[in-house]
Nanobody, 121 residues
Framework: QVQLVESGGGLVQAGGSLRLSCAAS????????MGWFRQAPGKEREFVAA????????YYGDSVKGRFTISRDNAKNTVYLQMNSLKPEDTADYYC??????????????WGQGTQVTVSS
């Protein structure tokens, strides 16, 4: 059972930046592909980004390409989401997720509790 804990959310003005972190309890963290998703009030969950087990491959949702960067540090069992040029429409609860399969869209096996990001205009 992998436990994931997100942090780094908060309130930021449009155009600003935030970095989210997701710490995993699993010592075999490097065996898991990781993803970030978000869900705004009244909307469906949306894929944000994913990263392969080694960190060599990354994937992004169309709405965040060029503004967000996913990375991971396997020595620290942590995955990051650097969010730049934030827009009010980025406001959502952000969740990290893990799975043993390849990175990308689709189902993930483990989920964190989420961290809230609010972007003011």
């Amino acid at each position: 059972q992998v436990q994931l804990v997100e942090s780094g959310g908060g309130l930021v003005q449009a155009g600003g930046s935030l970095r989210l972190s997701c710490a995993a309890s699993e010592r075999t963290f490097s065996r898991y592909a990781m993803g970030w998703f978000r869900q705004a009030p009244g909307k469906e969950r949306e894929f944000v980004a994913a990263i392969s087990k080694s960190g060599g491959s990354t994937y992004y949702g169309d709405s965040v390409k060029g503004r967000f960067t996913i990375s991971r540090d396997n020595a620290k069992n942590t995955v990051y989401l650097q969010m730049n040029s934030l827009k009010p429409e980025d406001t959502a609860d952000y969740y990290c997720a893990a799975r043993r399969g390849v990175a990308g869209l689709g189902l993930y096996d483990y989920w964190g509790q989420g961290t809230q990001v609010t972007v003011s205009s």
